[in-house]
Nanobody, 121 residues
Framework: QVQLVESGGGLVQPGGSLRLSCAAS????????MAWYRQRPEKQRELVAA???????HYGASVKGRFTISRDNAKSTAYLQMNSLKFEDTAVYYC???????????????WGQGTQVTVSS
């Protein structure tokens, strides 16, 4: 099994900051890329940021320069530091990971339950 535990969501004022965490656990043989997606009201789910197991990162255009993704491989945890938050950042944020459950089995993607981030004055 793979379980993703997200934390750090909540209510914040415009211009404020939040830090999301995603801890992966379970029978994980190997953990690959980790990413954050978000679902904004009336919008398609979009990739926010991704990081490979070697540390390479990718950011969506809407958050580049404001958000930073990182990971701690020893803890199998990904983080999303969100700064200069805007009203449009209000969304449900989902953690996704690429993992292999056992040797010889192709990798699969796993999703967290999502955590609400609300930016409001």
């Amino acid at each position: 099994q793979v379980q993703l535990v997200e934390s750090g969501g909540g209510l914040v004022q415009p211009g404020g900051s939040l830090r999301l965490s995603c801890a992966a656990s379970g029978n994980i043989f190997s953990l690959g890329a980790m990413a954050w997606y978000r679902q904004r009201p009336e919008k398609q789910r979009e990739l926010v940021a991704a990081i490979t197991n070697s540390g390479s990162t990718h950011y969506g255009a809407s958050v580049k320069g404001r958000f930073t993704i990182s990971r701690d491989n020893a803890k199998s945890t990904a983080y999303l530091q969100m700064n200069s938050l805007k009203f449009e950042d209000t969304a449900v944020y989902y953690c996704a990971v690429e993992a292999t459950l056992r040797a010889g089995v192709p990798t699969s993607n796993y999703w967290g339950q999502g955590t609400q981030v609300t930016v409001s004055s």
